[in-house]
């Protein structure tokens, strides 16, 4: 053991000294001495607990920081996933395994964690934060993601346990005392007030849940759900939509509708959520081609976005008022996000026996590959494709594609997409004088969407973007009031009260006059922000205040 520190010294010492620029010589620089010394090579895990964070040393932590695209958007996702419960579907392709979520299997990554923290909320945040410290990532900045069944159908008393053990984890994280939860059958209004003050404890924390990301099924979506959902704080909504055709979902019994679907959409970006689309190519009765026109049905018409273009230091009032004049024609999906979930077979479910009686026939690689870039090629630049593959383990898949680094190898073959992802900034160095900002309009579930973003000047990159959206059919307790759906500034994770890259360094404060000078024009007297419990302080410094479950400013004359 004492041979081992030593071997850290030094080697810390030795990068100290040589500054490595890449992690291939960091890499070379740890075999040699551990070569030398006859032992092991110590971890990078090791490395960073021991560096200094000083200049150089901040320089070497960034390079040996394992994964660290994790934090490059901005914020560390953390997926927790909740215990298993009776399904209200029977989806065809949904695998069944015992003490295991619906649709979910034993031996995929994040249920292995599960289960290793028996299904406990508060141990499963605290698990994961510590393995992104360990890997040098500072996690301050959380969007919670909880996976696990259809969250709409569990019990109400389960769900406001669960949001508020996984807030009372992230409030008590590093500190000596154990968390401590309230019991699972305190009765309603003792675990809604106990959710309160663990929000209220968020806000201030040092690791703040920045945003709640919630799963269901697009029949689920009913306003006294999403009233719900924002009293926990969700600020985003994955819906199962998998297929725009009613008779592939039957066929699938899926159990759902594309009027549930339309209906859900509108239902949740007038409430102010963003809105993730579960796509799932290769479903029984489809084909390449059905998905491809279903895929175009969700962005068309695609001609009808208006784009103008701004300086980036000043408003342009004049270009803005022609662009709210500018109509555009509705469409009744537009998500702002997309996760491809090609259809896999696997064992437990109705498909693992169709395909096995010669029922089901899975696309070829070459036939989902050349799907998938046909699908990205027409993808907005205001959508962000977060996944293509689904992580499910090869040896779990009896038929279907086994290809985990699709995204990979499409971009090695010179796939060009204007999707989010494929745009954001990461790291990326800026001058405000060499950024774009532009102000892209278009028609969605019967409201006017606008997509302000800071882009490269060729547009190749994206350093930041809010989305503003105008409606006349919202809820009761957001009639007359803008919507702002989001505000993401992209570069690598910094710390709030920090310096970065691209974070705190005033693009989020411009993004935010233009969408407050929109509404303005529009005749808005007031702008509410679907706000995560974690950024509410930020928002509060810009001269909102919290009503009801956002954060809301209302205009003045001098605005």
């Known amino acids: ?15 100290i000294k040589q500054q490595p620029q890449t992690q291939t010589e960091i890499l070379a620089i740890k075999r040699q001495m551990a070569k030398q010394q006859k032992i092991p090579m110590v971890t990078n895990s090791q490395l960073l607990a021991v ?13 040996l920081r394992k994964r660290a695209i994790r934090t490059m958007s901005g914020i560390a996702p953390l997926a927790v996933l909740t215990k298993p419960f ?15 979520p619906q649709s979910y299997l034993s031996n995929e990554p994040a249920v292995m ?58 409030n008590h994280y590093g500190k000596l005392r154990p968390v401590k939860l309230l019991p699972l059958h305190s009765s309603l ?13 968020n806000t201030k924390t040092k690791y703040r849940i920045i945003g709640l990301t919630l799963e269901t099924r697009p029949d689920y979506i009913k306003p006294q759900e999403l009233e719900q959902m924002r009293e926990l704080g969700c600020t985003r909504v994955e819906i199962g939509v998998q297929a725009i055709d009613d008779e592939i979902l039957k066929l699938n019994k899926r159990g759902s509708t594309v009027a549930d679907i339309i209906q859900a959409t509108k239902l949740l970006k007038d409430y102010g959520f963003k809105v993730t689309y579960h796509f799932m190519p290769a479903l029984p009765g489809s084909s390449p081609q059905k998905d491809l026109r279903m895929f175009q049905a969700m962005f068309t018409p695609l001609p009808q976005l208006a784009t103008v273009s701004l300086p980036p230091d000043k408003i342009n009032i004049t270009k803005i008022k022609q662009l709210i004049r500018q109509p555009v024609a509705n469409n009744n999906f537009n998500p702002d996000q997309i996760k491809f979930y090609p259809t896999v077979v696997t064992k437990g479910s109705l498909l693992y026996q169709w395909w096995r009686q010669g029922k089901y026939k899975p696309y070829t690689d070459q036939a989902l590959r050349q799907l998938i870039i046909k699908c990205k090629a027409i993808i907005p630049p205001f959508v962000r494709v977060i996944r293509l593959i689904r992580d499910i383990p090869g040896e779990s898949i009896m038929a279907g594609n086994r290809i985990t680094n699709l995204r990979q190898i499409m971009h090695s073959q010179g796939l060009v997409c204007q999707c989010i992802r494929c745009r954001e900034a990461k790291d990326q160095k800026f001058k405000l004088a060499d950024l774009k900002l532009m102000v892209s309009k278009y028609q969605a579930s019967q409201g006017n969407e606008y997509f302000i973003s800071f882009e490269s000047k060729d547009q190749a990159t994206l350093y930041g973007f809010a989305r503003l959206r105008l409606s006349q059919n919202q809820p009761a307790q957001l009639q007359g009031q803008a919507l702002l759906r989001e505000l993401h500034v992209y570069g690598e994770l910094v710390s709030v009260g920090q310096k970065g890259t691209t974070q705190h360094v005033g693009l989020g404060k411009r993004l935010m006059a233009i969408a407050e ?3 303005l024009l529009s005749n808005y007297k007031e702008m509410a922000i679907i706000s995560g419990v974690g950024v509410r302080d930020y928002y509060a410094k810009l001269g909102y205040k919290l009503k009801l479950t956002y954060m809301v400013k209302t205009f003045t004359n001098k605005q």
């Open 1 to 15: 053991m004492a041979k081992k520190t030593s071997l850290i010294k030094q080697i810390v010492d030795a990068l």
């Open 51 to 63: 560096l200094p964070n000083n200049p150089v040393g901040l320089v070497l932590k960034r390079l």
């Open 189 to 201: 209004q003792t675990l809604q007030a106990w959710l309160k003050r663990e929000q209220n404890k």
């Open 86 to 100: 009776a399904c209200p579907g029977h989806c065809v392709y949904c695998p069944t395994e015992k003490n295991v």
């Open 113 to 170: 964690r599960a289960i290793h923290c028996n299904y406990n909320p508060a141990k499963q945040v605290a698990y994961r934060l510590q393995a992104l410290e360990a890997n040098g990532h500072e996690p301050t900045k959380i969007e919670l993601i909880v996976i696990g069944g259809t969250w709409s159908s569990f019990p109400a008393q389960y769900k406001y346990w669960y949001i508020a053990s996984c807030l009372a984890a992230a």
């Open 517 to 519: 000078q929109i509404a």
